[in-house]
């Protein structure tokens, strides 16, 4: 869920990771230690069905269903779809006048019609709680095929990214509460690898896998786009972060930030943090001999950076580049609208968001983990009185 308004960054600090030693390598297996824990997946046992498969390149896609028609079958259960929605909290209630209202009242607070909580955990095991009252109890639950390592909502659609290289997406069924049971299953191709990372993006969700990018439409279901975001195979997209028209991207063991339009697909800018980090705080003060990224998010119209040494950085974005020479929004100015391709929809372009790096802003703490995540928290509506 975004939420819009004043914010600010609250960082999330790893505390399993080791500390940084005087060897670089050294210091690069320890910093990935605890943070790899879902990928020996990457190096399973080929199996008799992946051999077969072997020749299938490019991605695919499969349904996943319980009941092969999308509904229960029984006359009871199409009854009980067409009642009125009041009926289906009376079902086995029996509850005096006085009392019915209340009783409804709680019935709704616990379907998934109302908003809801999505949890992922390690053994692929998902569930759904809900956001309303008795948060403990567990409204749906299903067990996926690996590990989930992150979740996205898009307008009726919720994404779950596996291990597995895979892509679960879930809708709601024909009472309006989310059907677990019967899903859309978005296959990247293979060899398989974990999709590290999704954000929304305009009404399509970006999603990073291997070194690629591939941009997923979850209405039609299907992949429209993938594009390399480094150039090397073994590199990994690890954080995704967008605001107006550009998509900041950090790899894996890698220092450098890199900025993407959101529809042309362009590659518009670098940004390389070590050398802001090693200025500000020294090459040989605790160890930065090596910096990398570990946590990134847009708030404030800044760009906030979380590295594997604990150092935070914050970049403002401008809307023009400055090593480009842009003139920004004067009058005058051509007015940018992108077509998709795939579509006859027109969107306006907003701005695209370059760093800054002459007024970014650094936070040391003598933290010694990883910035792990952060979370955007909203602030107290000044009240004038």
């Given at each position: 869920?975004?939420?819009?308004?004043?914010t600010?960054?609250?960082?999330?600090?790893?505390g399993?990771?080791?500390?940084?030693?005087?060897?670089?390598d050294?210091?690069?297996?320890?910093a990935e230690e605890?943070t790899?824990?879902?990928?020996s997946n990457?190096?399973?046992p080929?199996s008799?069905?992946?051999?077969?498969d072997?020749?299938?390149?490019g991605?695919?896609?499969?349904?996943?269903f319980?009941d092969?028609l999308?509904v229960q079958?029984?006359?009871?259960?199409t009854?009980?779809y067409n009642r009125?929605?009041?009926?289906l909290?009376?079902d086995?209630?029996?509850?005096?006048?006085m009392?019915?209202?209340?009783?409804?009242e709680e019935a709704?607070?616990m379907?998934?019609?109302l908003?809801t909580?999505?949890?992922?955990?390690?053994s692929g095991?998902?569930y759904?709680?809900?956001?309303v009252?008795q948060?403990k109890k567990?409204l749906?639950?299903i067990k996926?095929?690996d590990s989930?390592?992150s979740?996205v909502?898009?307008?009726?659609r919720?994404?779950v990214a596996?291990a597995d290289?895979?892509?679960a997406?879930?809708?709601?069924?024909?009472?309006?509460?989310?059907d677990?049971?019967?899903?859309h299953l978005l296959?990247?191709?293979r060899?398989?690898?974990s999709?590290r990372c999704?954000?929304?993006v305009?009404d399509?969700?970006?999603?990073?896998?291997k070194n690629k990018?591939?941009?997923?439409?979850?209405?039609?279901?299907?992949?429209?786009?993938?594009?390399?975001a480094h150039?090397?195979?073994?590199?990994?997209?690890?954080q995704l972060?967008w605001?107006?028209?550009?998509?900041?991207?950090?790899?894996?063991l890698d220092?450098?930030?890199?900025l993407?339009?959101v529809?042309?697909?362009?590659?518009l800018?670098?940004?390389?943090i070590?050398?802001?980090?090693s200025?500000?705080?020294g090459?040989g003060k605790?160890?930065?001999?090596?910096?990398?990224?570990?946590?990134?998010?847009v708030?404030c119209n800044?760009?906030?950076?979380?590295?594997?040494n604990?150092?935070?950085i914050s970049?403002p974005l401008t809307e023009?580049?400055k090593?480009?020479?842009g003139s920004?929004n004067r009058?005058?100015n051509?007015?940018r609208?992108?077509?998709?391709e795939n579509?006859?929809k027109?969107t306006?372009?907003?701005?695209i968001p370059?760093?800054?790096?002459a007024?970014?802003?650094l936070?040391f703490?003598?933290h010694?983990?990883?910035?792990k995540?952060?979370v955007a928290?909203?602030g107290?509506?000044f009240?004038a009185?």
């Open positions: 869920m975004h939420t819009h308004g004043s600010s960054p609250i960082q999330g600090e790893s399993d990771v080791g500390e940084v030693s005087g060897s670089p050294e210091s690069m297996l320890a605890a790899e824990a879902t990928e990457l190096n399973l080929v008799d069905d992946d051999v077969t072997g020749s299938q390149s991605a695919y896609t499969e349904h996943v319980t092969p999308g079958s029984s006359s009871d259960s009854q009980t009125r929605e009041s009926d909290y009376k086995g209630v029996s509850a005096l006048p009392e019915q209202d209340l009783m409804r709704e607070k379907s998934s019609v908003p909580m999505w949890l992922g955990a390690q095991c998902l759904v709680h809900s956001s009252a948060w567990c749906h639950s996926l095929k989930i390592l979740i909502h898009l307008k009726g919720v994404l596996l290289g895979t892509l997406i879930f809708h709601r069924g024909v009472d309006g509460q989310w677990l049971t019967n899903y296959d990247f191709g060899p398989h690898h999709i999704m954000t929304v305009h399509k969700v970006w999603c990073g896998y990018i591939y941009i997923v439409q979850p209405k039609a279901m299907k992949i429209e786009k993938s594009f390399d150039p090397r195979k073994e590199s990994q997209v690890r972060a605001v107006g028209d550009g998509v900041w991207v950090s790899i894996r220092s450098t930030l890199r993407y339009h529809h042309t697909y362009q590659h800018q670098d940004v390389d070590e050398p802001y980090v200025k500000m705080l090459t605790l160890g930065f001999s090596f910096v990398r990224i570990t946590a990134l998010m708030s800044r760009l906030w950076v979380g590295t594997g604990g150092v935070i970049i023009t580049n090593a480009s020479g920004g009058p005058g051509v007015i609208v992108y077509g998709d579509s006859d027109i306006p372009g907003t701005f370059y760093c800054s790096m007024h970014a802003q936070c703490h003598g010694r983990d990883a910035v995540f952060f928290v909203p107290t509506p009240d009185e």
